[in-house]
């Protein structure tokens, strides 16, 4: 099978253009129920109710003894019901027994003995006169919510406390907006995992970065599989990219407990050597490339494809910083789409420096924010990292270039903090200085002066 046709693919799609291509070409996820668990940070899509009284039985809120009317009481045995003047024993959390009017302390109670020798429950220690009041110490029924009451709001996003709540409720599910999950098909028979790589080998950049990089751009680290250079392997990772299905990272999840992925996101393969197998397997798995090449650099060589099962294929450059761009531009919108999201702003900056033109080619620049002044950072070639970690974001330099001062495109990093807010350019009247009357010396003033 012949690999797609060469034409026009470098500049296929402006960088605005593919971003927002890769917004539109997907599909919300439909919400679905998730285990309590795997809900944090999750979306709900639905109003969730209270199943039952919250809680579903008056309990005791203190250590002591569940009471019927005053002192002294007749001792009882727990969980029977209480005529007057009986009590029994009750830990904290327990069930009220029947005919229990409140709870006393067990430091505001003694165990005495009548006048038959018989053990009954006096109040001392710490005891207040009156003690206990009818009520005291009892946590009543539906005291936090009422059968049918919204304890969660459709459109919450969830923090532990609310997953609290669901659990209390009796839930082991949530219903949530879906999210797409991302799996990972990382390639080269030059990379290594671990140690200082040798002459002809790199580095893997990619397993330490790319699934945090996607979990904070809105899509569910699936797990990862590593394949060398040849096709074969290539394409079998391709057509199941699952966690064990080849050789998967060991850290990875069971392959049968995981549903399919959603998006595959791989590295290398995208260019045009003989060695680059992207275009030829997506064909053979009979997909569709919607974006074939960015008019960008770095990541110009990034591919988006749809296989017939429904999920998405991006190909990354094989360069770590040519990568993450091409994963910012395609990826983030991407997975924004799925995940019921937006589409990013793109904000402005004022450039530190003058940038020269680079017709028919948007470049994403790192930057330090200097003074006030978007620098682009050093150490910010295709192949490099340096700049990225480094930086306060990525300018969007248009192909006419920027003059030292213009205001240039920007967004920020996923990690990283928001744009500062651009400066107000309007001229602003002036006020007129304000005058104020000086001060008479201090001392005796002499007055000669006026004689004259």
């Given amino acids: 099978m012949t690999e797609a046709p060469e034409q026009g693919h ?8 593919a971003r927002q291509r890769a ?29 039952q009284d919250m809680p579903h039985y008056a309990s005791s809120a203190m250590d002591g003894w569940a009471v019927n009317g005053s002192g002294p009481w007749i001792l009882s045995e727990p969980g029977q019901r209480l005529a ?3 009590a029994s024993p009750i830990v904290t959390g327990g069930l009220i027994p029947p005919g229990a009017k409140a709870v006393l302390r067990s430091e505001s109670g003694i165990i005495a003995t009548d006048d038959d020798g018989l053990p009954v429950l006096v109040l001392g220690g710490t005891a207040k006169p009156g003690e206990p009041r009818n009520g005291q110490h009892i946590r009543k029924a539906a005291e936090e919510a009422a059968e049918g009451e919204v304890l969660l709001k459709k459109a919450t996003v969830l923090n532990p406390a609310h997953l ?80 064990g299905t080849l050789e998967a990272d060991t850290t990875e999840l069971d392959a049968g407990a995981e549903p399919p992925a959603d998006v595959v996101i791989t590295t290398g393969g995208t260019g045009r050597s003989g060695t680059d197998h992207f275009r030829k397997a997506v064909a ?37 910083l040519a990568a993450m761009m091409a994963l910012f531009t395609v990826g983030g919108p991407l997975l924004a789409a799925l995940g019921h999201g937006r589409l990013g702003d793109v904000g402005e900056v004022p450039c530190g420096s003058m940038i020269d033109a680079d017709p028919g080619r948007t470049r994403l620049m790192p930057f330090k924010l200097v003074y006030g002044l978007a620098s682009p950072s050093q150490h910010a070639g295709p ?51 304000v005058r104020t009357a000086k001060k008479p010396p201090a001392g005796p003033v002499d007055w000669s002066a006026l004689d004259a």
């Fill in 10 to 17: 470098h500049a296929a799609h402006t960088w605005h253009e």
């Fill in 23 to 51: 917004f539109d070409v997907a599909t919300p996820i439909p919400a679905s129920p998730v285990p309590l668990r795997g809900a944090l940070g999750r979306t709900l899509a639905q109003d969730v109710l209270a199943l």
């Fill in 84 to 86: 007057p003047h009986q």
């Fill in 164 to 243: 609290a709540v669901a659990a209390l409720a009796g839930l082991d599910e949530l219903p949530v907006l879906g999210k797409p999950l991302v799996r990972f098909l990382l390639t080269g028979s030059e990379v290594v995992e671990q140690g200082v790589p040798a002459p002809g080998q790199v580095r893997d950049t990619f397993g330490p970065q790319l699934g945090s990089v996607v979990e904070l751009l809105g899509g569910i680290d699936g797990g990862l599989v590593r394949v060398g250079d040849n096709y074969g392997e290539w394409l079998a990772a391709l057509q199941d990219a699952e966690p």
């Fill in 284 to 320: 053979e798995l009979g997909g569709t490339l919607l974006i074939d090449g960015i008019a960008m650099r770095p990541g110009h060589p990034a591919v988006l494809a749809e296989l017939p099962d429904g999920r998405f294929v991006l190909g990354l450059p094989g360069n770590p």
């Fill in 383 to 433: 192949g490099m990292m340096r700049g990225l970690a480094g930086a306060d974001g990525v300018m969007v330099v248009p192909p006419h270039g920027v003059q030292m001062g213009e205001p240039v495109p920007a967004f920020p990093l996923p990690w990283g903090k928001p744009l500062p807010a651009p400066q107000a350019t309007e001229d602003k009247p002036r006020k007129a200085p």
